[in-house]
């Protein structure tokens, strides 16, 4: 099946800061997706993006399908952006399969 | 607009109790469903789909099952509850058709003492 990586695992960051997160998969998706796992556990849909690239505000997603993978940008973090970042692949027609996460913690 | 509601959101059961998880989603026809479980400081799981009334896939072998009784209505259920269903499960769903983007409930913590 489809193995999803994300990269770096743990990210500490002084509120300000920029980063980038990384999703490689290993085989052609149909869909893409970026969560973020808020500290109460909520799930939050940042970006649908198969491809190409998108904005919304701070954060900006790109996917790179034929070279498989996807950044999200997070730009000035903030503390109320710490939580778990998760991208989720569409591997065939109904199952998602998500990588392990990057845990984001952000420094006043 | 599309909400997804799951109860209870906490949940404290013995082992060998029952479980009765239950999500159900408003606004939309036919979703798919999916239950997600969620250890500590790990990944998603992916449990069960389904793309209809009655039709349920189970994706890991587990005592844990899972029906759909009405068209928006997933149900999580355990006979006797082990140790290691400890656990944060997750309720989605999706169109069943387009870009199927998931969308994710609350979640309900379960400890199993």
């Known amino acids: 099946g489809i193995q999803v990586e994300q990269s770096p695992p743990d990210l500490i960051l002084q509120e300000g800061a920029n980063s980038t997160l990384r999703c490689n998969f290993s085989?052609?998706?149909?869909?893409l997706q970026w969560f973020h796992q808020n500290p109460w556990g909520q799930l939050i849909n940042l970006f649908y993006?198969?491809?190409g690239t998108k904005q919304n505000g701070r954060l900006s997603a790109t996917t790179v399908a034929t070279e498989r993978y996807s950044l999200l940008y997070i730009s000035s973090s903030q503390t109320t952006d710490s939580g778990v970042y998760f991208c989720a692949v569409l591997g065939g027609t109904y199952k998602y399969i998500f990588g392990t996460g990057t845990r984001l913690k952000v420094l006043a | 607009s599309q909400t997804i509601h799951q109860w209870p959101a906490t949940l404290v059961q013995p082992v060998g109790s029952p479980l009765s998880l239950e999500c159900t989603v408003e606004?939309?026809?036919?979703?798919?469903l999916y239950w997600y479980r969620q250890a500590a400081g790990r990944g998603l799981q992916l449990l069960f789909y389904s793309v209809g009334i009655g039709q349920i896939s189970s994706e890991v072998p587990q005592n844990l099952s899972a029906s759909r009784p009405q068209d928006r209505q997933f149900i999580l259920s355990s006979k006797k509850l082990l140790l290691s269903d400890s656990g944060f499960y997750l309720c989605?769903?999706?169109?069943?058709?387009?870009?199927?983007?998931?969308?994710f409930g609350p979640g309900t913590r379960l400890t199993v003492t």
């Open positions: 993006i198969p491809s």
């Open positions: 085989d052609s998706v149909n869909n």
């Open positions: 989605a769903w999706s169109e069943i058709a387009g870009s199927r983007e998931q969308y």
């Open positions: 606004g939309t026809s036919n979703p798919n």
